[in-house]
Each structure stands twice: as structure tokens, then as C-alpha cells.
């Protein structure tokens, strides 16, 4: 029974190990609700009446920039 089992043993950590990495290398969970939640934060800003002394605008501006950042991360890091 202990021949048969090592090997199971070592595949099944061999799995586990693979599938961590794979996760930790290709997922990233953050960073994709970043991009929800600046897409949600820009709905609103555009919602809001412009008078605000070009801050509003500035501030669509800005969370367009945070988005390309943070897709570029994306990009970068493969996923």
C-alpha cells in the first residue's frame, strides 16, 4: 500500500502546487474589481452635474488614466 501511495502522494502536491502558481501568476482578482469599481466611481462622476469648476471633468480624466494604468498592469503581468 506505501508504493502506491507516495506516488499519489507527490502527484496530488504536484497539483495543488501547479494550480497555486497558476493562480498567483495569471489571476489577479484586485486588480480586475479595480477596473469594476473605477468603471462604477466614473458612471457617477459623469452622472453628477458639470458645475464644478472643471473638477468634475478633471476627475473623469483622471479615473480614465487609473484604468489604462491599471489594465497596463494587467497586460504586463499576463493577465
Known amino acids: 500500500m506505501t508504493s502506491s ?9 504536484a497539483i495543488a502546487a501547479s494550480v497555486g502558481i497558476g493562480y498567483a501568476i ?11 469599481l473605477l468603471q462604477s466611481a466614473r458612471s457617477e462622476l459623469a452622472a ?10 478633471r476627475g473623469l480624466t483622471l479615473i480614465d488614466q487609473a484604468i ?11 493577465g
Open 5 to 13: 501511495y507516495a506516488p499519489r502522494m507527490l502527484l496530488g502536491t
Open 48 to 57: 453628477a452635474t458639470p458645475n464644478k469648476g472643471g473638477h468634475r471633468e
Open 26 to 36: 495569471g489571476a489577479q482578482p484586485h486588480m480586475a474589481e479595480s477596473i469594476a
Open 68 to 78: 489604462g494604468e491599471v489594465r497596463a498592469g494587467l497586460a504586463f503581468a499576463g
